[in-house]
């Protein structure tokens, strides 16, 4: 079994207790590790769990920097984890099971059940909830997602390698935070997968037990393990914890043992501490910055949004003023388009009103 993450700077504390904690219980599994920043910091966690690092723009990308200058941190780190398992897939021909896990995950025991579900199924998906009852998150996965792709499992298979290029398409296509129009990063795109692929849901709580799915699954501790409704917890995920959420949710929402639950949190915060997690929190991404050193403002990278400017180009390599210099003719165009759609909307609307003359 092969499991990767994808992971900036600023998560590396946390991609070191996410291969640690899976190396005390999958001892044998490989982990392969994306980096998503021009090039490896100089400082690394100190830690063997990670068995090989690979940089997001070796993964067999064309005009990488001109695709990942559009996404934000989180859209960025998201928009390649099809990319990466399917460099996965050719690098490793003789593994069969690959698995995609959030940095922010900590591994509380093995995962003897994913193992035997990719011995049969080529794709495994947990869905955020398995329970009716919390509105506040099913509206949330309205917006954000049925399934959280902080976990993925697929088997090599032909189904597999065909959701892959879909997914690493539509991913190419849109994998913004842009909920208006119905995307969330990599995530919502997935909602489709059951309906195009064979996928199995797997619906055990002890799988991705997270801040979303505390109000339906009871913790209690046994012999020194911990049970979710009585399954043992494979792994938590601790989704937006720099943020205190999980602790707001644990407050919010564990109706049962809230001591445990915190001792879980405090577990995690003392292991992201002995990584040098204050440090790592606050690297900036390499990629929010031209290779001249200059900030890159938020309306230039929207401007790359649009496939069709600057399309074949290595913008890290130019300048802010090169840049401004390009966009300047883009700008007036928009602004002219602008204008003429203003213009033909007020002729509409004459026409409408029967002053045709």
């Not at 720099?242 to 602790?247: E, H, N, S």
């Amino acid at each position: 079994m092969i499991v990767c993450t994808s992971v900036c700077a600023n998560y590396l504390a946390k991609s070191a207790v996410l291969a640690e904690t899976l190396k005390r219980h999958h001892p044998r599994a490989r982990t392969v590790f994306c980096l998503v920043e021009k090039a490896r910091p100089e400082r690394m966690p100190e830690t063997a769990a990670v068995d090989e690092w690979v940089l997001a723009r070796d993964l067999g990308w064309k005009h990488f920097g001109r695709y990942i200058i559009s996404h934000s941190r989180v859209e960025g780190a998201t928009a390649i984890k099809a990319r990466l398992l399917q460099y996965l897939l050719a690098h490793f021909p003789r593994e069969n099971q690959f698995v995609y896990l959030d940095p922010d995950v900590m591994v509380t025991s093995d995962l003897r059940e994913l193992g035997r579900l990719l011995e049969r199924h080529p794709l495994v998906l947990t869905p955020h909830l398995l329970e009716p009852g919390n509105l506040e998150m099913e509206e949330s996965c309205l917006n954000h997602g049925v399934f959280n792709l902080g976990f993925l499992g697929l088997r090599r298979s032909a189904e597999a390698a065909r959701f892959l290029e879909w997914w690493s398409e539509r991913l190419r296509h849109a994998c913004y935070d842009d909920r208006a129009n119905g995307l969330f990063t990599d995530q919502k795109w997935v909602d489709l997968a059951p309906a195009f692929f064979e996928v199995h849901l797997l619906r055990d709580p002890g799988y991705n037990v997270a801040t979303w799915a505390l109000q339906e699954r009871k913790l209690t501790r046994r012999g020194g393990r911990l049970f979710a409704n009585r399954r043992p917890v494979r792994f938590v995920h601790f989704s937006g914890f720099d943020q205190g959420v999980y602790f707001w949710a644990v407050d919010r929402w564990v109706a049962g043992n809230k001591l445990l639950a915190r001792e879980l949190g405090a577990t995690y915060a003392r292991l992201l501490e002995a990584h040098g997690e204050a440090a790592y929190r606050q690297m900036p991404r390499s990629y929010d910055f031209l290779d001249s050193g200059e900030k890159i403002p938020a309306f230039l990278r929207r401007a790359f949004v649009d496939p069709r400017w600057l399309p074949a180009e290595e913008p890290y390599d130019l300048t802010m003023k090169q840049l401004r210099r390009r966009l300047l003719p883009e700008q007036r165009w928009w602004r002219r388009l602008g204008r003429l759609a203003k213009k033909a909307g007020r002729r509409t609307r004459d026409i409408l009103n029967g002053r045709n003359g």
